[in-house]
């Protein structure tokens, strides 16, 4: 079964750090864009960070300088380092795959795993 | 960056009815469009590509209409398991960018 897994949410206090991690099974992420987008109690979806098949990688501006997207082929996974932690990136986070290189719409999502940033 | 209008916020409908729901972009998309349908819970699922295109699996009593700045998702016969959150999302521009979402709940 082709599949994303996420993990490594929880809570964490303000200025804190925290890893994600998004397993893949049935695919090989290294050819893959795929992409973390997250969504705020209560709200909409919003984009966080992505890494390109080649390994590029570009941030949101509400996240960059703080959130780094990493992968290791040899364990398929994707990460999504999380440092300096705000109320507001409070959110359950997604990792998902475009369905065809770098046409971004998203045809395999996770299941997501959710992040709390409170102290 | 392209802003994504979704109306209305909340859509009222008893089941076997239609719902229509509406997404504007700020400037044109062409047919750059998705749509997902989010229940509680759970991830978003993609169900129209290309404005119009249906992903596989979706059935035919979902389909997306539209180009350029004005698109539709219309859900005929609308079923139990069809309420829930409708977003639809650009992606003629980097970032993509999604609309508020559309509740459609049981009248």
């Known amino acids: 079964e082709v599949q994303l897994v996420e993990s490594g949410g929880g809570l964490v206090q303000p200025g804190g750090s925290l890893r994600l991690s998004c397993e893949a099974s049935?695919?090989?992420?290294?050819?893959?864009?795929i992409i973390w987008v997250r969504q705020a109690p209560g709200k909409g979806l919003e984009w966080v960070s992505v890494?390109?098949?080649?390994?590029?990688?570009y941030s949101a501006d509400s996240v960059k300088g703080r959130f780094t997207i990493s992968r290791d082929i040899s364990k398929n996974t994707l990460y999504l380092l999380m440092n300096s932690l705000r109320a507001e990136d409070t959110a359950v986070y997604y990792c998902?795959?475009?369905?065809?290189?770098?046409?971004?719409?998203?045809?395999?999502w996770g299941r997501g795993t959710l992040v709390t940033v409170s102290s | 960056e392209i802003v994504m209008t979704q109306s209305p916020a909340t859509l009222s409908v008893s089941p076997g009815e239609r719902a229509t729901l509406s997404c504007r972009a700020s400037?044109?998309?062409?047919?750059?469009l998705a749509w997902y349908q989010q229940k509680p819970g759970q991830a978003p699922r993609l169900l129209i590509y290309?404005?119009?295109a249906r992903a596989t699996g979706i059935p035919a009593r979902f389909s997306g209409s539209g180009s350029g700045t004005e698109f539709t998702l219309t859900i005929s016969g609308l079923q139990s398991e069809d309420f829930a959150v409708y977003y639809c999302?650009?992606?003629?521009?980097?970032?993509?960018?999604f609309g508020g979402g559309t509740k459609v709940e049981i009248k």
């Open positions: 998902a795959r475009t369905s065809a290189g770098d046409i971004w719409y998203f045809d395999l």
């Open positions: 049935g695919l090989t992420v290294s050819r893959h864009y």
């Open positions: 890494i390109y098949s080649d390994g590029s990688t």
């Open positions: 400037q044109s998309v062409y047919n750059s």
């Open positions: 290309g404005a119009s």
């Open positions: 999302q650009q992606y003629n521009d980097w970032p993509p960018h």
